[in-house]
């Protein structure tokens, strides 16, 4: 039995963005992380290695139970972008990050709320730092060794 079928599946099916479409937002020095936009890694027990910079760690097995308090911290920043490793998304697997994302989605969309969209980060944090490892202005605490023992 996996974590997820405690849990209602999600219908919401949010937007895709790439990593060069989320770092255009990192760089942009006219928008805030955390007002504008925010980044969040859904990563719990394989959280490590490093991350986007600036995003905030919300288990995903606890994400649902917690997603009252998570709409009303998020609700009002107008894209949330979700990630876990790989973000994958298919017919017969619903990532960690995109379950998340397709939550909060579903809560925005059930209570009515045009202020903030939930969006996925393509690719997970693997296709971040096969891009961005290296750029301290989009990620953060990249360890090498890491990602080399989990290959």
């Given amino acids: 039995m996996s974590w997820t079928d405690a849990f209602p599946t999600p219908t919401s099916a949010p937007e895709r963005w790439s990593r060069a479409q989320v770092a255009a937002l990192l760089r942009d020095p006219s928008l805030t992380n955390g007002k504008d936009f925010a980044i969040v890694d859904v990563r719990r027990t394989d959280f490590g290695g490093g991350t986007v910079k600036g995003a905030t760690n919300?288990?995903?097995?606890?994400?649902?139970?917690?997603?009252?308090?998570?709409?009303?911290?998020?609700?009002?920043?107008?894209?949330?972008?979700?990630?876990?490793?790989?973000?994958?998304?298919?017919?017969?697997?619903?990532?960690?990050?995109?379950?998340?994302?397709?939550?909060?989605?579903?809560?925005?969309?059930?209570?009515?709320?045009?202020?903030?969209?939930?969006?996925?980060?393509?690719?997970?944090?693997?296709?971040?730092?096969?891009?961005?490892?290296?750029?301290?202005?989009?990620?953060?605490?990249?360890d090498e060794a890491f990602w080399k023992a989990n290959e």
Avoid: M
């Fill in 58 to 142: 919300v288990h995903a097995q606890t994400f649902y139970e917690n997603l009252d308090e998570f709409v009303a911290r998020f609700q009002h920043i107008p894209r949330v972008f979700f990630f876990c490793n790989s973000s994958s998304y298919t017919t017969e697997k619903i990532g960690r990050g995109p379950r998340c994302a397709a939550w909060y989605q579903d809560v925005l969309d059930a209570r009515g709320i045009k202020t903030s969209q939930a969006l996925i980060l393509a690719a997970g944090i693997k296709g971040w730092v096969s891009e961005f490892k290296d750029d301290p202005v989009l990620t953060e605490g990249y």
